[in-house]
């Protein structure tokens, strides 16, 4: 079996680990339930919010170039279209979309009473999930993590919360391009990780005023 399909096989698995775990819930997956889910009032998605969080993208895409760049200098490479497209859907639909579901979605279920633990559980799973590929790679990993997890939280549908986080890998991966020597490795995950944490604070401390906002509108 290759890597890809291996990959392609552990994705199919979160997939279905995160269904089982939302059960009836996995129709809101689609279906904005409004402000309420999982028996919280403050934990719906909707597609004014998803539309109005989406511009935060390019800024945590700025927050991620700017780490690098304390570091390093960035190779930009532009692949043909279709090898971009790709590694788009590959990203999306193998990487991003099982892990924002399970690390997610479905723990943001299981600690809905909870959002401080729900952060913490989702990072320290994305941590040990990434933990065969070194411990700054993890760190870095825990980091984006909790960026997602906050742009979920605040209203963003988790469809689009994939999308995102399957165009970053792809930008950093194969469009803007920063080797960090193995000597600063760990500094740049810090700083990295720690950035990650101030915008998701961020958001969250914005987030009351982003959902009532929506709200007046819908009405």
């Given at each position: 079996m290759s890597p890809l399909a291996s990959v392609a096989v552990l994705a199919a698995a979160m997939c279905l680990f995160a269904l089982a775990i939302l059960r009836r819930d996995a129709i809101h997956l689609i279906r904005s339930p409004g402000r309420a889910l999982y028996t919280e009032d403050n934990l719906g998605w909707s597609w004014q919010r998803t539309i109005a969080l989406a511009f935060f993208v390019p800024f945590l895409w700025g927050i991620s170039a700017a780490c690098a760049s304390i570091f390093t200098s960035y190779v930009v490479v532009v692949p043909a279209m279709p090898k971009l497209a790709s590694a788009l859907a590959i990203q999306v639909l193998i990487f991003?979309?099982?892990q924002d579901l399970f690390f997610r979605e479905a723990v943001l279920k299981?600690?809905?009473?909870?959002?401080?633990?729900?952060?913490?559980?989702s990072a320290i799973a994305v941590t040990l999930f990434n933990l065969p590929h070194g411990m700054p790679t993890a760190v870095i990993a825990a980091g984006t993590a909790t960026?997602?997890?906050a742009l979920r939280v605040a209203g963003m549908n988790i469809f689009v919360v994939a999308l995102a986080h399957g165009a970053t890998n792809v930008l950093f991966g194969r469009v803007l391009l920063a080797e960090i020597s193995a000597d600063a490795l760990w500094l740049y995950a810090i700083v990295f990780a720690g950035a990650h944490l101030l915008f998701a604070a961020l958001l969250m401390l914005i987030r009351q005023p982003v959902r009532s906002l929506m709200t007046q509108r819908a009405s």
């Open positions: 991003a979309l099982p299981v600690f809905h009473h909870n959002l401080t633990l729900a952060f913490a559980a960026a997602f997890m």
